[in-house]
């Protein structure tokens, strides 16, 4: 059958709100038999090395703990979805827009819906939910779903 989406694409940063997010695109995906991908975005090294941090983190350092603090929420993110019997392909992009790297990643994966949640926590943890997904629905051409 012809589904009006063939890959979804959802934000998460690992807070409760993205996790709605999650659920939905999970049962989305299911149900029509679209492809899915989860992403996070963290902020590339430039953005914080004039912060304090820099001071006590090494570029290599700051990469790693990145590359780890992204693999957990997208395994996390991962493994609900393949509790809810759809297989999720994970994507970490660096961004010091959260918003932008959301865009980038569902052009270059060739996605066709954006499933983000409104808001979730702040800082460098945190995906922005809120002024990001405002920006997201400002910038983006692809549409997309926001989970309240």
Request: hydrophobic residues 45%; aromatic residues 4%; negative net charge.
């Amino acid at each position: 059958r012809n589904a009006m989406y063939k890959h979804i694409i959802v934000a998460t940063d690992g807070s409760d709100i993205a996790a709605e997010a999650m659920k939905h695109a999970i049962d989305l995906a299911k149900e029509i038999g679209a492809k899915l991908s989860a992403v996070t975005v963290t902020e590339p090294f430039e953005m914080i090395a004039f912060a304090e941090q820099a001071a006590v983190i090494s570029p290599t350092d700051y990469k790693n703990s990145t590359a780890a603090y992204a693999k957990k929420i997208l395994d996390a993110a991962a493994s609900t979805a393949k509790a809810g019997g759809v297989e999720c392909a994970t994507i970490h992009a660096e961004n010091r827009y959260p918003y932008q790297g959301i865009i980038d990643a569902a052009e270059v994966n060739g996605a066709d819906l954006i499933v983000i949640g409104s808001h979730g926590r702040s800082g460098i943890e945190g995906l922005l939910l809120g002024s990001q997904a405002v920006k997201l629905l400002t910038h983006t051409k692809i549409p997309a779903l926001v989970v309240r």
